[in-house]
């Protein structure tokens, strides 16, 4: 490309990310204005509005009809705006995340916004020395995950890929820093600094449900697909304990957050963790927890080779 015209480009660039991230913070500048409750169901209109409006709508109803083929049109196109309301969530929470995560171990259950499961499994791994790799996917409120780990006196590094608004990434990892623990940001020395601390017998956690160029050949809802490496060659390395966590939205503006059973990854004759099928198994586990609620999962990423 002409310096001149590549120079040109990444001004146009900087500018929209500058303006548009200027738009996102002055909304949810209006929403902290209100109570948690009546600002998330404020987000999660006015993403139903826009969201249907963007070229990212026609790339969620793509990826849904290539999911569930079996589903006619109407129902694509009500999950596809329904998930709008959910990523309108899930922008708001960032600044209702103190207010939101309201877990109290001694309240009875069904009282408050949060609700946990696998509360004995934290306590148990809480007093463990074994390093421990925790997975999710882009379902419900996962940011709520690592700050409900902290809760359990578990120290938990988090593996994250920025957004492409730099803008909007620094806010987001300055946010998170003050409510979700450590961060380690998805680019290179990522790696390195998960692996130093997994060999001190620490804790991370990871979102595994995202393309990646130069992973290993999957499928995800039987199209085929990459998948990141890094969690398993990690687990083979350090012989962590693999644990599942997800977040579900419930009515009423509730949450429950899972922590499931350890997870045993697939492992070769020679008794090492298999790397391509435990690639296969992590796209397993978070296909099902989609196919449970299809409208939560972020549908406008390009997760398939298509």
């Not at 007093?127 to 690592?146: A, D, K």
């Not at 600094?193 to 449900?209: C, E, F, N």
Request: glycine share 6%; hydrophobic share 45%.
């Amino acid at each position: 490309m002409n310096p001149t015209l590549a120079k040109a480009w990444k001004l146009q660039k900087k500018t929209r990310d500058f303006v548009a991230a200027k738009a996102l913070f002055a909304i949810l500048r209006v929403l902290r204005l209100f109570p948690a409750r009546k600002g998330l169901d404020a987000a999660d209109r006015l993403a139903r509005l826009i969201g249907p409006l963007t070229s990212r709508h026609k790339l969620a109803v793509e990826n849904l009809t290539l999911a569930y083929p079996e589903k006619d049109a109407a129902w694509v196109e009500a999950t596809a705006r329904s998930n709008w309301g959910q990523m309108g969530r899930i922008a708001a929470e960032y600044v209702f995340l103190d207010e939101i995560f309201d877990f109290d171990p001694a309240r009875p259950a069904g009282e408050g916004l949060i609700e946990v499961e696998g509360i004995e499994l934290f306590a148990e791994l809480r007093n463990s020395e074994r390093p421990v790799v925790f997975f999710t996917g882009h379902l419900g409120c996962f940011e709520l995950l690592p700050i409900c780990a902290a809760t359990f006196g578990l120290d938990v590094t988090a593996l994250f890929r920025q957004p492409n608004n730099r803008y909007v990434a620094r806010e987001v990892l300055a946010a998170r820093k003050t409510r979700g623990g450590h961060l380690v940001p998805s680019k290179a020395g990522a790696a390195w600094a998960l692996a130093s601390i997994l060999d001190r017998g620490g804790k991370v956690g990871m979102l595994v449900d995202q393309k990646f160029a130069k992973g290993v050949p999957t499928t995800f809802f039987g199209r085929p697909c990459r998948t990141n490496p890094l969690l398993p060659k990690l687990a083979r390395q350090f012989d962590c304990d693999v644990y599942p966590a997800r977040s579900i939205r419930l009515a009423g503006g509730r949450y429950r957050l899972e922590l499931h059973p350890r997870l045993d990854l697939p492992r070769l004759e020679t008794g090492e963790i298999d790397v391509a099928a435990s690639c296969q198994r992590l796209n397993d586990v978070v296909e099902s927890w989609v196919r449970e609620h299809p409208d939560q999962w972020m549908w406008f990423h390009r997760r398939w080779q298509t």
